[in-house]
């Protein structure tokens, strides 16, 4: 006998996002369609609305308590959804975190978001693992998706009761965080609210990519970042449609292949995995193709790219800016309306604007530092006072971006204000990779800045002051690019190593990465 989960729904005046992106769907009778396509098979909107209940049972029996964080360290699956919507129908607050990290990341990320339990894919437990004591009694339970480890999250689920009465949460409460890298190397809990989700949808999902229950689609960028958590999971589930997650890494050929055999109608990239999509083999012809929309974001789409991959697709590439501070994208070009080499125009609902250095509004056609305000942005950073009052002003918000507006209204990225590099789409420090490299015990001084490759993408270069001075070997700098290869998740080692017998330095002795930057061939 199938006892079908009922759909809840609270009182007026209360809000709970998870019912809007589950319950909804049952409510509505699409209880039955496929709600995730991953590496072990299908689940519809009432199963995982199923899951997600029991999920929030369990979290009750643990003990963990309306409000209190749960840190998430899962690579995607329908257990990030089962989790990450399940905690919030509770009113626990899950805090998803990037499963590339080291484990003095996670270390931080435990302490500073005081965490009651923690949710880890097993690959991630062991990384994570030798940290975990020292958070005990505040972490109580480490919960694993997968064969082994602590409390397995099936066993969990399958002991629980399949119905949940929702938390009586209001769209102003606190419903999850993500973290955000800084300059000076210690990440920032961007604190969301319950509304914050369905705005991203109501906003760019549904009016700008037209997103329809029929959609099926693939988001390269996983649901930990805030760009991957609307693509794959936010967007879909506002419309019944369907998500397709994959567990492994995103490179060419695993992306590729996923082009073909669920034959998404909606993909997400970076620009990194674009120019490197279209230089390998693994990319189908256009006519296995089902794609109607695809999106980059997380850095500035070359021009050149966009309209390769137009070519070779037939689909328009989008690019948008969006950031973790504003859940999603917040400048963006349309599918009837863009132009290749500008972020496209403001997304109605939100607004920007270009200060100067000095406070004032920049004029016409002059770069100026981009501030945005819109519904999505979130509350704060979490135990961060000082930097929080320095990024959100008002209801303003710093994007730490340069920018400029063409006289029809593009918008046109122009390099980010800060010395902080992106890279394949995620924030790298360049103090942090100086400071691997630093502790290579050849390496007297280093300075890290971006550089472009053969596509036009920023990739991190070094610049090398050796101990014994003069110049270092190939063999040298090939040591040196594994050495912090070793140290740090991969993407961030340095492409490029230049050795010079100095670095320019201000009279206080910071390093003028600047110069750098202006010394390099364009
Ligand atoms: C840069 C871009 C030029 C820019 C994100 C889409 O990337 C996202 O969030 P993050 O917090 O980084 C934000 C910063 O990344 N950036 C992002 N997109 C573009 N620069 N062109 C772009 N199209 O410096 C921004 O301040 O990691 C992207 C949706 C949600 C996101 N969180």
Same mark, same amino acid.
């Given at each position: 006998?199938?006892?079908?989960?009922?759909?809840?729904?609270?009182?007026?005046?209360?809000?709970?996002?998870?019912?809007?992106?589950?319950?909804?769907?049952?409510?509505?009778?699409?209880?039955?369609?496929?709600?995730?396509?991953?590496?072990?098979?299908?689940?519809?909107?009432?199963?995982?609305?199923?899951?997600?209940?029991?999920?929030?049972?369990?979290?009750?029996?643990?003990?963990?308590?309306?409000?209190?964080?749960?840190?998430?360290?899962?690579?995607? *699956?329908?257990?990030?959804?089962?989790?990450?919507? /399940?905690?919030?129908? $509770?009113?626990?607050? %899950?805090? +998803? =975190?990037?499963? #590339?990290?080291?484990?003095?990341?996670?270390?931080?990320?435990?302490?500073?978001?005081?965490?009651?339990?923690?949710?880890?894919?097993?690959?991630?437990?062991?990384?994570?693992?030798?940290?975990?004591?020292?958070?005990?009694?505040?972490?109580?339970?480490?919960?694993?998706?997968?064969?082994?480890?602590?409390?397995?999250?099936?066993?969990?689920?399958?002991?629980?009761?399949?119905?949940?009465?929702?938390?009586?949460?209001?769209?102003?409460?606190?419903?999850?965080?993500?973290?955000?890298?800084?300059?000076?190397?210690?990440?920032?809990?961007?604190?969301?609210?319950?509304?914050?989700?369905?705005?991203?949808?109501?906003?760019?999902?549904?009016?700008?990519?037209?997103?329809?229950?029929?959609?099926?689609?693939? *988001?390269?960028?996983?649901?930990?970042?805030?760009? /991957?958590?609307?693509? $794959?999971?936010?967007? %879909?589930? +506002? =419309?019944?449609? #369907?998500?397709?997650?994959?567990?492994?890494?995103?490179?060419?050929?695993?992306?590729?292949?996923?082009?073909?055999?669920?034959?998404?109608?909606?993909?997400?990239?970076?620009?990194?995995?674009?120019?490197?999509?279209?230089?390998?083999?693994?990319?189908?012809?256009?006519?296995?193709?089902?794609?109607?929309?695809?999106?980059?974001?997380?850095?500035?789409?070359?021009?050149?790219?966009?309209?390769?991959?137009?070519?070779?697709?037939?689909?328009?590439?989008?690019?948008?800016?969006?950031?973790?501070?504003?859940?999603?994208?917040?400048?963006?070009?349309?599918?009837?309306?863009?132009?290749?080499?500008?972020?496209?125009?403001?997304?109605?609902?939100?607004?920007?604007?270009?200060?100067?250095?000095?406070?004032?509004?920049?004029?016409?056609?002059?770069?100026?530092?981009?501030?945005?305000?819109?519904?999505?942005?979130?509350?704060?950073?979490?135990?961060?006072?000082?930097?929080?009052?320095?990024?959100?002003?008002?209801?303003?918000?710093?994007?730490?971006?340069?920018?400029?507006?063409?006289?029809?209204?593009?918008?046109?990225?122009?390099?980010?204000?800060?010395?902080?590099?992106?890279?394949?789409?995620?924030?790298?420090?360049?103090?942090?990779?100086?400071?691997?490299?630093?502790?290579?015990?050849?390496?007297?001084?280093?300075?890290?800045?971006?550089?472009?490759?053969?596509?036009?993408?920023?990739?991190?270069?070094?610049?090398?002051?050796?101990?014994?001075?003069?110049?270092?070997?190939?063999?040298?700098?090939?040591?040196?690019?594994?050495?912090?290869?070793?140290?740090?998740?991969?993407?961030?080692?340095?492409?490029?190593?230049?050795?010079?017998?100095?670095?320019?330095?201000?009279?206080?002795?910071?390093?003028?990465?600047?110069?750098?930057?202006?010394?390099?061939?364009?």
């Amino acid at each position: 006998m199938c006892m079908a989960v009922q759909p809840k729904s609270l009182p007026p005046g209360y809000y709970n996002a998870a019912l809007d992106l589950l319950d909804r769907n049952l409510a509505e009778g699409r209880g039955e369609r496929v709600a995730v396509i991953d590496d072990r098979g299908r689940t519809t909107y009432a199963a995982l609305t199923e899951r997600a209940n029991r999920f929030a049972n369990a979290l009750a029996d643990l003990g963990v308590e309306r409000e209190q964080r749960i840190l998430v360290a899962l690579q995607d *699956s329908v257990d990030f959804p089962t989790v990450f919507l /399940g905690a919030i129908k $509770a009113g626990v607050v %899950p805090v +998803a =975190v990037n499963t #590339a990290q080291m484990a003095r990341d996670y270390d931080f990320m435990l302490e500073d978001s005081g965490a009651r339990a923690l949710v880890v894919s097993q690959p991630i437990l062991e990384t994570i693992a030798p940290e975990i004591e020292r958070h005990r009694p505040q972490l109580a339970h480490v919960i694993v998706s997968g064969e082994s480890g602590g409390i397995r999250l099936e066993e969990l689920l399958a002991k629980s009761d399949p119905e949940h009465e929702p938390a009586r949460t209001v769209a102003d409460d606190i419903a999850f965080w993500l973290y955000s890298s800084g300059s000076t190397g210690a990440p920032k809990g961007a604190v969301h609210l319950q509304c914050h989700l369905m705005e991203t949808y109501r906003l760019y999902g549904g009016p700008i990519l037209g997103i329809g229950p029929d959609d099926v689609v693939f *988001s390269a960028a996983k649901l930990f970042f805030a760009y /991957g958590l609307g693509n $794959a999971m936010t967007f %879909p589930f +506002a =419309v019944g449609a #369907a998500a397709v997650l994959m567990a492994e890494r995103s490179t060419p050929a695993s992306c590729a292949k996923r082009l073909v055999d669920h034959r998404p109608t909606m993909f997400f990239g970076v620009p990194t995995l674009y120019a490197a999509m279209l230089a390998g083999t693994d990319l189908a012809e256009k006519e296995r193709l089902a794609l109607r929309r695809c999106v980059s974001a997380g850095e500035a789409l070359p021009a050149e790219l966009g309209e390769r991959w137009q070519k070779r697709t037939g689909v328009p590439l989008l690019d948008g800016i969006g950031s973790t501070e504003m859940l999603h994208i917040f400048i963006s070009n349309r599918p009837d309306d863009f132009r290749y080499g500008s972020s496209g125009k403001p997304v109605p609902g939100y607004e920007a604007r270009l200060v100067s250095e000095t406070g004032g509004e920049v004029a016409a056609g002059e770069i100026g530092d981009l501030q945005v305000s819109g519904p999505t942005c979130c509350i704060m950073y979490w135990r961060r006072r000082e930097k929080s009052r320095d990024t959100f002003i008002g209801r303003w918000t710093k994007t730490g971006d340069k920018y400029r507006v063409t006289e029809d209204g593009w918008w046109i990225y122009c390099g980010r204000s800060d010395d902080m590099l992106k890279v394949s789409g995620q924030y790298v420090s360049p103090f942090e990779v100086e400071a691997a490299l630093l502790t290579h015990n050849e390496v007297l001084e280093a300075a890290v800045v971006g550089h472009e490759d053969a596509d036009r993408l920023i990739k991190p270069k070094a610049y090398i002051v050796l101990k014994g001075g003069g110049g270092g070997s190939t063999a040298l700098a090939d040591a040196l690019k594994a050495h912090v290869r070793s140290r740090l998740a991969p993407f961030k080692y340095p492409r490029w190593i230049e050795f010079v017998p100095s670095l320019p330095k201000t009279a206080t002795g910071k390093i003028q990465r600047f110069k750098l930057r202006a010394s390099q061939p364009s």
